[in-house]
């Protein structure tokens, strides 16, 4: 018996020379849940686990490209953005999501690596805001994108709360302020989703080798979009993907500075949506 035809998703990111992050991490995480990866490749950057040495971002042409000679030949269940690097291409990318190649779009508002390095022009946050948002299905930040975005300081459960309310007035249909920043024994995400607030919770897991988990948790909720799931079913299972992963993850160490997430883990979506 021939099996079914797997549920195509889009990833519309970087390059991470190391593996950990970016379209790396995105394809990984889509294979995981069993949803053929796509992508558009926006930068090439030279990385390891001890930073970005440097970056190079490609033309917008090309990026849309890229979109285009994908969407032209599959279709496209569910998308997703990582670092998009200049004003051009977010842009871009806006453009071709108000034609509708983007479906069910996830962006992951990629600012500054875990190590620091800066990974999107400043002049295009505000570009990010007003051309990207009102076209995203849900919107992930950390706490620190979030602030960018929102200008509300995040420090307490109340204030990751206020933010995720702050970016729907932006457009996005849903957002999900991530606790992974704040501390604490719980990591606790906050999902604004029309006039409901849900809390997602889970144990922290103490390990530095969490490069790309932002990257991944996106995608994540990418590939279940895809395969139909709900956006609330798509961002637990997402999450709890991205829990077991950090709890392999802290039994091993590769490279010498922040180690990659672990993608030897399989999704656990039962079907039917």
């Known amino acids: 018996m021939s099996r079914p035809t797997p549920a195509v998703a ?10 950990g992050a970016g379209v790396q991490a995105d394809l990984l995480t889509f294979a995981a849940f069993e949803v053929h990866g796509t992508c558009a490749i926006t930068a090439f950057t030279a990385q390891n686990t001890l930073g970005v040495s440097s970056s ?46 983007l479906p069910n ?51 307490s459960l109340d204030a990751q709360r206020h933010a995720a309310r702050r970016l729907l007035e932006f457009g996005a249909h849903a957002a999900l302020v991530k606790g992974g920043h704040l501390g604490g024994t719980s990591s606790t995400d906050v999902l604004a989703l029309g006039d409901e607030l849900i809390e997602l919770h889970a144990p922290r897991v103490d390990t530095i080798n969490d490069h790309g988990t932002g990257c991944t948790l996106s995608a994540g909720i990418a590939a279940a979009l895809a395969r139909g799931l709900s956006l609330e079913r798509a961002v637990e299972e997402a999450k709890a993907y991205v829990t077991r992963g950090l709890a392999d993850a802290a039994r091993w160490g590769l490279g010498t500075g922040r180690g990659p997430f672990s993608h030897f883990n399989k999704a656990r979506i039962v079907v039917t949506p």
């Open 10 to 19: 889009l990833t519309v990111a970087g390059s991470d020379s190391g593996g």
């Open 56 to 101: 190079f971002a490609l033309a917008p042409e090309l990026v849309e490209d890229q979109v285009r000679a994908v969407t032209t030949d599959f279709i496209v269940r569910a998308a997703k953005t990582g670092m998009l690097a200049t004003t051009a291409i977010v842009r871009r990318v806006g453009e071709l999501a108000t034609e509708g190649l």
């Open 105 to 155: 779009l996830v962006v992951d508002p990629v600012m500054v690596s875990a190590t620091g390095a800066q990974l999107l022009e400043d002049d295009a946050i505000e570009a990010l805001r007003t051309h990207l948002l009102p076209h995203a299905l849900l919107v992930t930040p950390n706490r620190n994108e979030a602030e960018l975005l929102t200008g509300v300081t995040i420090s």
